[in-house]
């Protein structure tokens, strides 16, 4: 089992569906994260979590709604997606909390396996 | 702003021999830190090796080390004696505070025997 799990891996869906992504650390880690892998751009930062607080919201649309309900887990609710938003989506998590300046390599991210999305 | 590039889209390499893949990147911030990644077909993201800025060493982890020029900005990756099992996406990364990571758009890797 992999220190960060991702469900559903695969998540075909129409425009109108309303679906939730689900990530889950079994690390014991303080930050979550998600991340947006589509093939043509490199992966992007989309949420922040840091003890279950929400930091950083990157310009990302409302039709994406995270929730952190405890520091383990971390959701995703997509809602009226576009054909466009189909794309990899990654969630990772870190030990030291997020913001905090990179002094030593405790800034690794550990990542799940990802959830594809397709958007019909 | 930060930003890395990588100009590779893809790269071959014959089982046991090195390979170096090219990073270079762009940022304002004083201190920061240069990752690199693995991502297998299977999607997950696999950390491989960190370079810190303030680091006056190359950094080494097993068979990856990082060659770290500064002045030129480049963060190369060299993987000495190719497995097949290395074949896979590689990402690098520039960051200057944990868990904001700018990612390139990664190499494709193929280890031939």
């Known amino acids: 089992e992999t220190g960060v799990t991702q469900t559903p891996r695969h998540l075909v869906m129409g425009m109108t569906n309303k679906k939730s992504l689900k990530c889950e650390q079994h690390?014991?880690?303080?930050?979550m994260y998600w991340y947006k892998q589509s093939a043509k751009k490199p992966l992007e930062l989309m949420f922040v979590?840091?003890?279950?607080?929400?930091?950083e919201n990157n310009s990302v649309p409302s039709r994406f709604s995270p929730e952190c309900p405890n520091s383990s887990h971390l959701f995703l609710h997509l809602h009226t997606l576009q054909p466009e938003d189909s794309a990899l989506y990654l969630c990772?998590?870190?030990?030291?909390?997020?913001?905090?300046?990179?002094?030593?390599?405790?800034?690794?991210?550990?990542f799940g396996e990802g959830s594809r999305l397709t958007v019909l | 702003a930060q930003k890395i590039t990588q100009t590779q889209p893809g790269m071959f390499v014959q089982e046991k021999e090195a390979v170096t893949l090219d990073c270079t990147y762009d940022?304002?911030?004083?201190?920061?830190?240069l990752f690199w990644y693995k991502q297998p077909s299977s999607g997950e993201m696999i950390f491989l090796i960190y370079?810190?800025?303030?680091?006056?060493q190359n950094a080494t982890e097993g068979r990856y080390s990082l060659n770290f020029q500064k002045a030129r900005k480049s963060a190369n990756l060299v993987i000495s004696a190719s497995q097949l099992g290395d074949s896979a996406m590689y990402f690098c990364?520039?960051?200057?505070?944990?868990?904001?990571?700018?990612f390139g758009r990664g190499t494709q890797l193929t280890v031939w025997p």
């Open positions: 690390l014991g880690h303080n930050a």
């Open positions: 990364a520039i960051g200057s505070t944990l868990g904001r990571l700018y």
């Open positions: 979590y840091s003890l279950e607080e929400r930091v």
């Open positions: 990772a998590s870190s030990q030291g909390l997020a913001g905090e300046l990179l002094m030593t390599n405790t800034g690794e991210l550990f």
């Open positions: 370079q810190g800025s303030y680091d006056e």
């Open positions: 940022t304002s911030d004083q201190s920061y830190g």
